[in-house]
């Protein structure tokens, strides 16, 4: 009985001594993993991937130049491609809060196609509580998944993703309205010679609204407005000056 006793005891130790191991090893790998992952970000920003060390693929990258398993790599380089689209998922990766293969899967699944694309980053009509801390606050799908990935199981993100999934079959329509007003960008930038660089996208409904006022403001010029040597104004210069005129009059 004693010697039952003294090995269930020394059994307890073993277990609880490869626990500590094993705990301190995973939180060094996935501590390692959230800096590698921070650097690729960096490295792929800064496009030195290619000019630096001649790789157009991340993955292909890391597994040809560094000593990454393939799994690893895989990861690592689908958080890096998908970071500024997701750049909530990729946060919660680079700062080590969730495991790199939780994100990489979720940020797989969200880029499937645009409407997952578009309904990851959509506001909800209310920001929803974390299923897993009510003290935190998700205002859109991404921060909700963020969650999934960082406290639950593979099993529970999975099917959270597949419901998702199939509940966006269903607001497609609704989805593809809502898509093209949040996906509109302007930026604007001094290029430091006088000038004004702009850029951006618009929805269609806005797009010809525009289009439409610039044609209005600013019609094909007439051959009494040719220059000196017979060219007429070009039609990007007179919207220029149309844009002007309704920045002007408010």
């Not at 080590?96 to 939780?102: K, L, P, S, V």
């Not at 499937?112 to 694309?117: G, I």
């Amino acid at each position: 009985m004693a010697a039952a006793a003294l090995t269930g005891t020394d059994n307890h130790s073993q277990a609880r001594a490869i626990r500590s191991t094993l705990d301190a090893a995973a939180d060094l790998i996935n501590t390692q993993h959230a800096q590698v992952l921070s650097a690729v970000i960096a490295m792929q920003e800064q496009h030195l991937h290619r000019t630096a060390f001649g790789f157009s693929a991340l993955r292909d990258l890391l597994l040809s130049q560094f000593d990454f398993t393939y799994n690893t790599a895989s990861s690592i380089a689908a958080i890096a491609r998908l970071s500024r689209k997701f750049q909530i998922l990729a946060q919660a990766a680079t700062s080590g809060q969730a495991r790199i293969d939780q994100i990489a899967y979720a940020l797989r699944q969200l880029d499937k196609t645009p409407a997952m694309r578009l309904f990851a980053r959509t506001p909800f009509q209310a920001p929803v509580a974390s299923p897993f801390d009510a003290s935190v606050t998700c205002p859109t799908p991404e921060h909700l998944i963020a969650q999934y990935c960082t406290h639950a199981p593979f099993k529970d993100l999975q099917r959270h993703l597949d419901e998702l999934t199939a509940n966006l079959a269903e607001e497609t329509a609704l989805l593809a309205s809502l898509g093209e007003q949040s996906l509109q960008w302007i930026t604007i930038a001094e290029t430091g010679n006088g000038m004004w660089h702009l850029s951006g996208e618009l929805s269609n409904e806005t797009g010809r609204l525009l289009d439409k006022y610039l044609k209005t403001t600013s019609p094909p010029p007439r051959q009494e407005e040719q220059d000196a040597d017979g060219a007429l104004p070009a039609a990007p210069n007179r919207h220029a000056e149309a844009l002007h005129q309704l920045l002007w009059t408010g």
